[in-house]
């Protein structure tokens, strides 16, 4: 159970073969572990090893993928920084994981007199990007050039690997410690279920700092296969790829699929390779399907669902339920039975364990469960009792073991695949001097899955109008999460016996006549 | 990693599904975890529980599948008897683990006379047969039906699963701890590899007590598919079991699998649900490769290599090497790429790692290998350096990962898929008072692979039969460990340099002309 025995297996079973793709750098598997062996070495000279912590912050890339490798080969830790979030947000994930250097990405460089100021650990800035090298920053090539390789310090099982921070349900990001043994035992996971095979090759489409986004890294690299990067999501970049590097597996939301297969020209394209396209964040409207299989008559589609706590996967839900019986009785909406290696269950308010078809909270158990929050102990505790990960998503079982989830307990908006955490988007209102009450909801939006809104109360005599309130919240949190439409209301919001805000309700007339299909 | 999670999942996702059938015996996941939770009673209250051993002496049987689950679902530990050993040898098996009690089968009741006597801690003796409980023991079914069922005792991940006895190079067996973390990476590994999935009905065919007998138990179970058990190896039983419980799936030697293929009237059985057949112990000759795929034309064979100490799988070679260029290029003689989670190298004599296609030793690191040899720290530690198991299997790498193996260091002859150890066979020998030098090598054998073969020189003036020393060993050893054929001579037997007996050149005269399949 160490990750980089991953890429040891590669050059053993494929060495002279293609490791990574990105764009017109390509290097064979034999030059890839030299590349991180070096990497390593020119982390451990900095200082960065040996359970320490380094950020990267950066589109997609090879050199994310090598970094990603790297940080682990020293026995450090990555700490994967969402691209799309607001400077004291970037802070808080860097210095809450004392991180001492961060890679960084040229789009993001424009940052840095905002973000640079608000770091307390970070030393070290290697940039990751082309062209020239930002003042004050290494340059990733060079670094690598100069230093010798080094061995693999030899961590794995329990030792940390890295962590990965979530919205919080209550506002703040927590920090998801995760184990080598956690991230080896979903790839062994994801090996049978989403058909890993030698001579694959992964197109990397949603942002690598999301873990879903990062689930090949380990499992592809164990077949020997090759990885494809492309920047960012844009549907014919996507295409393009697809063809000209004739790929044969991705993961994308259903939110980008539904972009791809209706973007002009879609057709054109030639996209015979491709064996098999999983989806999470969302169930995938049937139409999306049909139009998908219509685009790629040969594609496989494995619906998956998880969270950062369980490294990630939690169920898998294969091609069957993409197709003919599966199609017509909608098996496709469940996320499908639990991985191999893990339990689920489901319990009610008191724990206990309910009866099939019985919705409830799902918990997790397994190899999967996250070491902990990174300095939380308590919120730890809350989490993960006797070793059952409490989700905090509603969800069934039904008797073939197949989960439905209904809802999420800790009330989170997924748009565009991006987590929002209500609590996290209302917090930030209330800064606002003339909030006096406020309910963040995800309401269904053709486009996005779901659309932040927010219903608003203000406080008497005080008057502000949408714009001033979203443009408000910019200034505070990503753009992601930021309401997107805001209804005013004058009377007091629904509340519950207990005093809790009554979300359901709020919700409810935006959603009449529609599947609320949450994932 | 909790060996008894592979039955809680079968219920889930096909809990009204069969688990097992023996006969006309037939149980549904649902009612094999009831019997397995309350076996688990039986046992918890009979003090075998929480870090206990229990012996398995039984032919295959669905009793032998539950037991093998029961216990570490008590906490307790396995400890699988080959009932081809002689009285003192499984005594010593028993006393050693510290076995508190003994499921026994009906063809093994006769034995008792002899073993009872010299068992030092089995204080229960559970028979597991049909027909009347002999005096003295306990009926399974009975114990079964007064218990009530316990909740899983929470065992997993480096608790131990089971002691697995092996031959010793040095003469004495020794105990292998695997945990169920040891296990749970094999199943993981086999997943893939022998394509578990569900729906499948596995056949047992070589004894359970051999850990390759026993490696679908885990694996079959997770995706909810049918075990299918026959007493033992006879061709017509395995061809109609294969026929008329439309077997998909089953492990076989190549020897069995050439006695089944040439039986008579092979060829009238319906075998067209058989997908996928595992061999291991040795490679196939290409000609019974050619003469089952004649038989079977769907079937695909997956070569697999390991051993007890590695839980056991080190490497799979699949469908490919049997097929086309696969056939053509001997590619099936490799016992295939290392496992998906873990890593291989082949040493030299100094310890370093060799280039690929030399020769050296065969070294496995990660979640396979064992705990350790039972009260044998120092074997463990010679055994296992750095996390590194020392198979004593000599083995060279090509450049595609494919692992060749070409000679046991540790002087293993494999006839008829058991393991047998010269130096046992040899001390044996040496224990007649007529022998004052003796070698034991694997000759070729049209029947069995490997022929066990002694090669003997008397003190001077004395004189003994072969068929003398053979009923000698007899006496001592298991029958399948005695020589077939013994070589009596009179010049001393050739040394090398270091004084070591070489038996390259004892073994030469009749490998001439023919490749050592070794495995």
Not at 52 to 61: D, M, P, T, V, Y
Not at 447 to 471: C, Y
Request: charged share 20%; glycine share 10%; hydrophobic share 40%.
């Amino acid at each position: 159970m160490h990750l980089t025995q991953a890429i040891k297996r590669a050059c053993q079973v494929n060495g002279n073969g293609l490791a990574t793709i990105n764009g017109d750098r390509r290097h064979t598997w034999l030059e890839c572990r030299d590349r991180v062996a070096k990497l390593a070495g020119a982390l451990r000279k900095l200082g960065i090893c040996d359970g320490e912590r380094a950020g990267i912050l950066s589109l997609n890339s090879d050199r994310y993928f090598e970094a990603y490798l790297a940080l682990p080969w020293a026995a450090a830790a990555f700490v994967p920084i969402n691209g799309r979030l607001a400077a004291p947000e970037m802070a808080y994930w860097l210095n809450d994981s004392e991180s001492l250097a961060l890679f960084i990405d040229q789009p993001f460089v424009g940052m840095m007199d905002d973000l640079k100021p608000q770091l307390e650990t970070v030393k070290h800035f290697i940039y990751v990007g082309d062209g020239e090298t930002p003042d004050g920053m290494l340059n990733y090539e060079e670094i690598l050039t100069q230093a010798d390789p080094v061995e693999d310090a030899g961590a794995g099982y329990n030792d940390m690997a890295g962590i990965l921070y979530t919205g919080g349900t209550t506002g703040k990001s927590k920090g998801v410690m995760l184990s080598h043994a956690n991230l080896m035992s979903n790839t062994m996971n994801c090996i049978p279920a989403l058909n890993f095979r030698p001579g694959m090759s992964w197109l990397y489409v949603p942002p690598m700092f999301h873990i879903a986004g990062s689930v090949a890294v380990t499992g592809v690299t164990m077949v020997g296969g090759t990885h494809v990067f492309v920047p960012a999501f844009e549907p014919t970049a996507v295409l393009t790829a697809l063809q000209d590097e004739k790929i044969t597996d991705l993961l994308m939301v259903p939110t980008m699929i539904n972009m791809m297969v209706n973007s002009e020209g879609a057709g054109d394209y030639d996209l015979s390779n491709l064996k098999t396209l999983s989806y999470g964040a969302s169930p995938m409207p049937a139409d999306v399907i049909r139009k998908t299989v219509e685009l790629i008559p040969d594609a496989e589609f494995v619906h998956a669902y998880g969270q950062t706590e369980t490294s990630p996967l939690i169920s898998m839900n294969g091609a069957d339920a993409h197709r003919g019986e599966g199609l017509k009785n909608e098996l496709f909406k469940s996320c499908g039975p639990v991985v191999m290696n893990s339990e689920v269950k489901v319990i009610d308010e008191n724990g206990q364990e309910v009866a099939n078809g019985t919705v409830g909270e799902l918990c997790v158990r397994g190899p999967i469960v996250m070491l902990g929050y990174w300095k939380l102990p308590e919120q730890t505790a809350e989490a993960v009792r006797d070793g059952w990960m409490h989700t905090g998503d509603g969800a069934f079982i039904d008797d073939e073991g197949y989960i439905y989830i209904v809802d999420r307990t800790k009330d989170m908006i997924i748009s565009g695949g991006e987590n929002v955490y209500s609590a996290e988007v209302e917090n930030t209102l209330y800064q606002h001097p003339a909030v006096i009450e406020c309910a963040v909801v995800g309401v269904p939006d053709d486009k996005w899955g779901e659309r932040v809104h927010a219903i608003v109360r203000l406080h008497e005599g005080q008057a502000v109008s949408e714009k001033e309130l979203m443009d408000f919240c910019h200034t505070l949190i990503a753009g992601f999460k930021c309401p997107r439409s805001i209804l005013f209301r004058e009377e007091p919001l629904p509340l519950s016996g207990a005093g809790k805000i009554l979300k359901r309700e709020l919700r409810a007339p935006y959603w009449e006549g529609q599947d609320k299909q949450v994932h």
